[in-house]
């Protein structure tokens, strides 16, 4: 049996038929072309697969895409501006050289930004915290830290509230 869901992704809604089976990560890539999101570990551990979800920072692989329904969800993708803009946390990681691979760089940024919506001047522990449940296979944590805590600087500068509110704009 098929379910009927609607998501609205990046601010754009999208009204799909998903086995009851199916992984938020899967309907994502698969369903709807977010390849943004990565597929590493399917079973919670790395981290790579992480999307906002109303708000928080979730791991997709863990989320059936029938619990989605009717859910807002921003992906890596709806990071930058409709006009290339990237969003500091982007600027961040290529400045401070927080990517080698790339791999883990997309969970790596949401999970940064939901700590940095609810705490937006982490302490160095408190990064590396957060960060906790997302694995770099190219070890690149220090860099990685440095990224978050150059975001944070520029986006309590900018007064950005929120980290993410849906993208695009
Ligand atoms: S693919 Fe989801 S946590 Fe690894
Ligand atoms: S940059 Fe390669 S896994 Fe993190």
Same mark, same amino acid.
């Given at each position: 049996?098929?379910?009927?869901?609607?998501?609205?992704?990046?601010?754009?809604?999208?009204? $799909?038929?998903? +086995? !009851?089976?199916?992984? $938020?990560?899967?309907?994502?890539? #698969?369903?709807?072309?977010?390849?943004?999101?990565?597929?590493?570990?399917?079973?919670?551990?790395?981290?790579?697969?992480?999307?906002?979800? #109303?708000?928080?920072?979730?791991?997709?692989?863990?989320?059936?895409?029938?619990?989605?329904?009717?859910?807002?969800?921003?992906?890596?993708?709806? =990071?930058?501006?409709?006009?290339?803009?990237?969003? !500091?946390?982007?600027?961040?990681?290529?400045? +401070?050289?927080?990517?080698?691979?790339?791999?883990?760089? !997309?969970?790596?940024?949401?999970?940064?930004?939901? =700590?940095?919506? +609810?705490? !937006? #001047?982490?302490?160095?522990?408190?990064?590396?915290?957060?960060?906790?449940?997302? $694995?770099?296979?190219?070890?690149?944590?220090?860099?990685?830290?440095?990224?978050?805590?150059?975001?944070? +600087?520029?986006?309590?500068?900018?007064?950005?509230? $929120?980290?993410? #509110?849906?993208?695009?704009?």
């Amino acid at each position: 049996m098929t379910h009927d869901i609607t998501l609205t992704v990046n601010g754009t809604e999208h009204e $799909l038929r998903v +086995e !009851p089976r199916t992984l $938020l990560i899967h309907a994502l890539r #698969d369903e709807m072309g977010y390849t943004g999101p990565n597929v590493g570990c399917e079973s919670s551990m790395c981290g790579a697969c992480t999307v906002h979800m #109303d708000g928080n920072a979730v791991k997709s692989c863990t989320v059936l895409a029938v619990q989605a329904d009717g859910a807002e969800v921003t992906t890596v993708e709806g =990071l930058a501006d409709a006009d290339g803009t990237l969003h !500091p946390i982007q600027n961040a990681f290529r400045e +401070e050289h927080g990517l080698q691979c790339g791999y883990c760089t !997309p969970g790596m940024m949401m999970t940064s930004l939901h =700590l940095l919506a +609810e705490n !937006p #001047d982490p302490s160095e522990e408190e990064i590396r915290e957060a960060l906790e449940g997302n $694995l770099c296979r190219c070890t690149g944590y220090q860099n990685i830290v440095r990224a978050v805590e150059n975001a944070a +600087e520029t986006m309590r500068a900018e007064g950005r509230e $929120l980290a993410t #509110d849906g993208g695009g704009d």
